[in-house]
């Protein structure tokens, strides 16, 4: 069964740095993994999008190894605003289908 | 430039109705998607469009449905509602390349309520 598993949810503090786990049991080949942020009552905002190794842009790096089947997205220095909920995106392959599929999403919470 | 709207926003339907949703994608984007978000399912993705020709699609039945004009504009039709369907319907909208290959710009959503 093509799954993500994410954490439910997190806790940090302002100024920690957060990092949040989607594990897949496979991925397309050519796929990229992609992450995104959600406030209530708005869409999803795109935040990082990688293939292999690491990826950085200016408010997240995001890490995936060989073998492509988890990816972690690193916040540095969270700050209140930072509190969403963050979800992986990956295309699966599944039989003789291929399956876009969202984690179920990580609630962070950033305490003062 | 504008954002990706959704209209509209807010719709009350009972069960057997049908529904259109309509998107207008950030202009100079040629792919649209549409997801379904619910509390027990998540995100859940319905399919894309590109050019007018639906490129890739997700889990749904039948009753779900699209279509993409000349224009990138798109619309997703939900026919014989069910209490089910109740739902944040996103549309996000992308250069080119589809959900897994580029950035997605996802609009505000219209909240369907299905009675």
Known sequence: ?112 | KAGVTQTPRYLIKTRGQQVTLSCSPISGHRSVSWYQQTPGQGLQFLFEYFSETQRNKGNFPGRFSGRQFSNSRSEMNVSTLELGDSALYLCASSPSGGPTANEQFFGPGTRLTVL
């Not at chain 1, 842009?57 to 963050?86: G, M, Q, W």
């Not at chain 1, 995106?89 to 950033?110: E, Q």
């Open chain 1, 1 to 112: 069964l093509a799954k993500t598993t994410q954490p439910i949810s997190m806790d940090s503090y302002e100024g920690q740095e957060v990092n949040i786990t989607c594990s897949h049991n496979n991925i397309a080949t050519n796929d990229y993994i992609t992450w995104y942020q959600q406030f209530p009552s708005q869409g999803p905002r795109f935040i990082i999008q990688g293939y292999k190794t690491k990826v950085t842009n200016e408010v997240a790096s995001l890490f995936i190894p060989a073998d492509r089947k988890s990816s972690t997205l690193s916040l540095p220095r969270v700050s209140l605003s930072d509190t969403a909920v963050y979800y992986c995106l990956v295309g699966l392959p599944m039989d003789s289908s291929y399956k876009l599929i969202f984690g179920s999403g990580t609630r962070l919470l950033v305490r003062p």
